[in-house]
């Protein structure tokens, strides 16, 4: 089946600290991967994207790379602020029509 | 441009009894999907719906079911709640069906079953 397993948190840093925030997954055929955010009181926010192996989706400082041969999407930041402080999900779809969550990774960047 | 709506934001309701929550999805947007998001999970998938039908389906029992609407908003139905349905639930709305198109979230209603 498809599932995704996500670095456990909570992760505390300090602000120009770098981040990586672990993911990996299963899945049948080519699934598309996705790191989503949510900030606190707000909704589900897609933050980045990779559709294929080897492609980098980046968004606001993040960056992720699809790894096929290793089925990761680890995301990284190299400074973090204290605006980045959210909770980070690893998602997958192979449709686009049900995305697979993992647990979530709670995110605290102290100044 | 209000983006996904659901409505109410809290609920709390007793064991046994049906609710029922709302989306309205992002304007454009003709695909509606449903996640369910206990505490300290990720959201799991319920069903998405597609020109008025059911299209997909996750592991849910018969008792959550749902509508899509001609104006393509969309009810989430919860028959004969157990405790283990409170939880965050989530509405994300997407033009179509096409791989990769993004999905937008609403802020989720906070269903408490006592």
């Known amino acids: 089946g498809n599932s995704v397993t996500q670095m456990e948190g909570p992760v505390t840093l300090s602000e120009e600290a770098f981040l990586t925030i672990n993911c990996t997954y299963t899945?049948?055929?080519?699934?598309?991967l996705f790191w989503y955010v949510q900030y606190p009181g707000e909704g589900l926010q897609l933050l980045l994207k990779?559709?294929?192996?080897?492609d980098k989706g980046s968004n606001k400082g993040f960056e992720a790379t699809y790894r096929k041969e290793t089925t990761s999407f680890h995301l990284e930041k190299g400074s973090v602020q204290v605006s980045d402080s959210a909770v980070y999900f690893c998602a997958l779809t192979r449709s686009n029509r049900a995305l697979y969550f993992g647990t979530g990774t709670s995110l605290t960047v102290i100044p | 441009d209000a983006g996904v709506t659901q409505s109410p934001t809290h609920l709390i309701k007793t064991r046994g009894q049906q609710v029922t929550l709302r989306c309205s999805p992002k304007?454009?947007?003709?695909?509606v999907s449903w996640y369910q998001q206990a505490l300290g999970q990720g959201p799991q998938f319920i069903f998405q719906?597609?020109?008025?039908?059911?299209?997909q389906r996750g592991n849910f029992p018969d008792r959550f079911s749902g509508h899509q609407f001609p104006n393509y908003s969309s009810e989430l139905n919860v028959n004969a709640l157990l405790l283990g349905d409170s939880a965050l639930y989530l509405c994300?709305?997407?033009?179509?069906?096409?791989?990769?198109?993004?999905?937008?979230f609403g802020q989720g209603t906070r269903l408490t079953v006592v």
């Open positions: 304007s454009g947007h003709d695909t």
């Open positions: 994300a709305s997407s033009p179509g069906t096409a791989l990769n198109t993004e999905a937008f």
């Open positions: 899945a049948t055929g080519y699934p598309s």
């Open positions: 990779a559709t294929k192996a080897d």
């Open positions: 719906y597609y020109e008025e039908e059911e299209r």
